[in-house]
């Protein structure tokens, strides 16, 4: 079965600044990989996703994430944070077949001034 | 506008009492789910369905059950509420099990 990891609970950037949030799974096969995110009291927003192809993959509101299949990640990345940006963000990942969706625990990102 | 409903959108239950949450969606999607969101714990699927007339248990299914009688409905029942159930619950539905998937606005249940 497949499984994934965000090892970072809670971090904290100023505002412009880069952004890099981890993602680890494990899985045997190609699997799909998806990145949404929860702002405070609302449900979750797909960010982007990765099936297949192109392992750079662009989404919404700027943000990026790179498939790296030699390192069982799908780390998501963003040049500039903004403040509106702080909010859960949760990692999830299918494998082929009628598996649904594992998430990860989710990384909670505070932005600073 | 196209999306998914829950309801309630908070509910405070007594310990013991059944309660239904219900979930609708107009997408027309196959695969439908259930999750709680814990602190701490993510999120964390309780239920699902990847068609009609089909259901699956995940990881958390102590406690609950559901029923898919049409696409469109996913309704999540607590036949004996306990202090534990305490939480947020998520429905999602999904054109299939691989696909994206589309969350509902939530219901934060508190039982005591």
């Known amino acids: 079965a497949q499984s994934v990891t965000q090892p970072d609970i809670h971090i904290t950037v100023s505002e412009g600044a880069s952004l890099e949030l981890r993602c680890n799974y494990s899985y045997g096969a190609t699997p799909y990989l998806f990145w949404y995110v929860q702002s405070p009291g609302q449900g979750l927003q797909l960010l982007l996703k990765y099936f297949s192809g192109d392992t750079l993959v662009q989404g919404i509101k700027g943000f990026e994430a790179e498939f790296k299949r030699s390192q069982s990640s799908f780390n998501l990345r963003k040049p500039s944070v903004h403040w509106s940006d702080a909010a859960e963000y949760f990692c999830?990942?299918?494998?082929?077949?009628?598996?649904?969706?594992?998430f990860g625990k989710g990384t909670r990102l505070s932005v600073i001034a | 506008i196209a999306g998914i409903t829950q309801a309630p959108t908070s509910q405070i239950l007594a310990a013991g009492r059944r309660m239904t949450l219900r979930c609708t969606q107009d997408?027309?999607?196959?695969?439908m789910y259930w999750y709680r969101q814990d602190l701490g714990l993510g999120l964390r699927l309780i239920h699902y369905s990847n068609t009609a007339g089909t259901t699956g248990k995940g990881e958390v299914p102590d406690g609950y059950s559901v029923s898919r009688a049409n696409t469109d409905d996913f309704p999540l029942t607590l036949a004996s509420a306990v202090p534990s159930q305490t939480s947020v619950y998520f429905c999602?539905?999904?054109?299939?099990?691989?696909?994206?998937?589309?969350f509902g606005p939530g219901t934060r249940l508190t039982v005591l």
């Open positions: 999602a539905s999904g054109a299939g099990v691989r696909d994206e998937q589309f």
């Open positions: 997408m027309r999607h196959n695969a």
């Open positions: 999830a990942v299918g494998a082929r077949g009628n598996t649904p969706l594992v």
